[in-house]
């Protein structure tokens, strides 16, 4: 995403989130080897559970509100109102237009709802295979995004904690993705990227995609379906700084409208999904 979303817990962070990452070990003692080692960051999610309930609170947190950033259109829920399992294996996003508890946005009156999952304080990895298998909505104004930030935004502030998009979609173009690093002096419009389209006019609402990055310290390599399409590293950022050598966390999304997709319009039909079969994370650390 351009920019990150007000009145969530992105802001709260601070250095306690790195006492709850999973892959931390204890302070060594007299009784540690000396070969021992931090445990790789492992992370899973099949969303597996009975239809209609929400998501593993252990591993998700649900931000509540609107973007003003991005001038978005949706307010982001909490629960299962508009993230839910479906039975199937799947976790299910919504979009809806709606507004059934007053909610107030940055224009005025909520238009629409719809739901923001985040791993902050829960999971983080500096590295690894990260990767989402998921059937993308459609239609014009719709932004879904599986992304990550870095853990330290409470303290370094946006840019420079550093964003990793692993796959976006703007409803206009149906057929393509795109995954961008923003960090200092690479930010908003800036950002560093490429997308990526489906051959023979294929849509990515039609099926199933699967959307991953392969990240190490100095290197971070995107790919759809297993095809490789885009590399960067330090040599990539103009003499920018790199700020992908430390933990990150992840973000699953629908958003509605905002000044990348534009807003919906009177062929864009609601409610609309995001529709996530997994999300996993291996040979992280």
């Not at 307010?75 to 199937?88: Q, V």
């Not at 104004?141 to 979609?169: K, Q, R, T, V």
């Not at 930010?187 to 991953?212: N, Q, R, V, W």
Request: proline share 6%; glycine share 12%; hydrophobic share 35%.
């Amino acid at each position: 995403m351009r920019k990150t979303v007000r009145n969530t817990v992105i802001g709260l962070l601070s250095a306690t989130a790195l006492a709850a990452t999973p892959w931390l070990t204890a302070p060594a003692t007299a009784t540690t080897t000396p070969q021992a080692k931090a445990a790789a960051a492992e992370f899973t999610d099949n969303f597996d559970g009975a239809a209609g309930s929400a998501v593993d609170g252990s591993k998700w947190g649900l931000e509540t509100g609107d973007n003003v950033n991005n001038h978005e259109r949706q307010y982001y829920t909490d629960g299962n109102k508009n993230a839910a399992l479906d039975g199937n294996g799947n976790l299910v996003i919504t979009a809806r237009k709606e507004n059934p508890a007053n909610y107030n946005c940055w224009y005025g009156q909520c238009e629409y709802t719809s739901a923001r999952l985040n791993t902050a304080q829960k999971f983080t990895t500096a590295s690894g295979h990260v990767e989402a298998r998921m059937k993308l909505p459609q239609g014009q104004g719709m932004w879904p995004a599986f992304w990550m930030l870095g853990d330290d935004i409470g303290s370094a502030g946006w840019p420079n904690c550093g964003e990793i998009d692993i796959m976006e979609n703007v409803g206009f173009e149906p057929s393509t993705v795109h995954g961008t690093l923003h960090g200092p002096g690479y930010s908003g419009e800036g950002g560093i990227g490429a997308g990526y389209t489906l051959p023979d006019g294929g849509k990515f609402s039609d099926g199933f995609h699967t959307f991953a990055i392969d990240w190490s310290p100095n290197k971070i390599t995107w790919s759809v379906d297993g095809n490789v399409y885009q590399t960067r590293t330090p040599s990539d950022l103009n003499g920018n700084r790199w700020v992908f050598d430390h933990p990150f966390y992840i973000i699953l999304n629908l958003a509605v409208g905002g000044y990348w997709p534009g807003d919906p319009d009177g062929n864009t039909s609601f409610p609309q999904q995001l529709v996530v079969d997994y999300v996993k994370v291996t040979g992280g650390s």
